[in-house]
């Protein structure tokens, strides 16, 4: 009769410890898929507004194809209507103000 007390006993007390554990595991899954929503929605928005990334498989491909002019220089509308902040109209060869990023 006292072993049965002790093992109830026992099992009482680990009780809080294992309600706990499935509550942390239970929050922590919703928060790594809360993350990953956030990294996925900053990775949206990085790439949709403008980004100083030249590499055509960051941007896709139907992205850099449309923008006009050299990417790789700071001074680009990143635009497919607009060449240049600095020179719109002129062509990127002759630039003057050409900077690499």
Known sequence: ????KLVFLLLLSLLPSVG?????R??????????????????FSYLSYGTNVTDSHLLGEELAVSYIGDLSCIY????????????????CQDCPYYRSI
Do not use: D, F, T
């Not at 899954?29 to 993350?35: I, S």
């Open 20 to 24: 706990y554990l499935l509550v942390y």
């Open 1 to 4: 009769m006292v072993n049965i």
């Open 76 to 91: 680009n509308a990143r635009s497919p209507y607009i060449r240049c902040a600095v020179n719109p109209c002129g062509s």
């Open 26 to 43: 239970k929050l922590k899954q919703q928060w790594e898929a809360r993350l990953e929503r956030v990294r996925w929605m900053a990775q």
